[in-house]
């Protein structure tokens, strides 16, 4: 990161900003249990022996656990974190008597981490890779616009003005647009944020990320008018004012994401 600023114009206007950026990339080892070849060829052999045959959609799912000799794998599981933020200050002097400050900061973050923070099967590397099933924030957002203005009305009179609005934007996600139907798994149409893997939980451990994802808080913002008289009469201070405040909140938990227990 770096900051940076100085004068605009002498005695008058000054800006100062800074940018920070952070960059997290470590691994979280857990062993996970996993089905093996015997068993998978036992249970092909279990259904054919009662004159069935394999469900399609098990057939499907099954791809997506690995398979080992010991029925444990270990995992290394990636934990992303990528964050930029930035921002900008701006004083302004007007005459003797007011002074005006604005900001405005804008930060963003990408974040991939394990389903449940640990224990999620992994797929093989021939169907996907290793984090197809963290969940993901792409991106989270968070913004700050924001001017103050400081006028001595006299000198013992202040009248401060503020404004400042704030917004916030985050959906959290797993990492895979895979449509289920292609899966055999069809629970009508869906919307292409609802597409994934389904989750699936079996007795060797569970695959395909949250079943309630995706998480959208998109926008949630707040808006903030506000204004303030102080007054000093010797060792007096009084001080009046009001505040205009104003909140708005969109969060929606879908369900539309199938999930899969056996």
Do not use: C
Request: charged content about 15%; glycine content about 12%; hydrophobic content about 35%.
């Amino acid at each position: 990161g770096g900051t940076f600023g100085g004068p605009i114009q002498k005695d008058k206007t000054f800006f100062f900003g800074y940018y920070e950026g952070q960059r997290l990339n470590v691994t979280s080892p857990y062993v996970v249990h996993v089905p093996t070849a015997g068993q998978i060829s036992q249970a092909r052999a279990r259904i054919a022996a009662a004159g069935l045959v394999p469900n399609p959609i098990g057939e499907n799912l099954l791809k997506y656990y690995p398979a080992d000799p010991s029925g444990n794998v270990n995992v290394n599981a990636p934990n992303i974190s990528n964050m930029n933020t930035f921002s900008v200050k701006l004083d302004h002097q007007i005459g003797s008597r007011n002074l005006i400050n604005e900001r405005v900061f804008y930060g963003r973050n990408f974040q991939s981490a394990p389903a449940g923070n640990s224990g999620e099967i992994t797929p093989p590397s021939s169907v996907g890779p290793i984090d197809m099933f963290n969940s993901v924030t792409d991106p989270t957002v968070a913004s700050l616009v924001g001017v103050v203005w400081n006028s001595t009305l006299s000198d013992h009179a202040l009248l401060e003005t503020r404004v400042g609005f704030n917004l916030f934007s985050q959906t959290i996600e797993p990492n895979n647009k895979i449509d289920p139907t292609s899966l055999g798994i069809n629970t009508g149409p869906l919307d292409a944020a609802d597409l994934g893997v389904p989750g699936v939980t079996t007795p060797f451990g569970h695959i395909g990320g949250i079943g309630g994802y995706p998480i959208t808080t998109k926008p949630t913002t707040t808006t903030q008018v506000s204004m303030a008289l102080t007054q000093n009469r010797g060792s007096q201070t009084l001080k009046v004012g009001g505040s205009f405040d104003y909140a708005y909140n969109r969060s929606v938990r879908n369900q539309a994401r199938t999930t899969l227990t056996a």
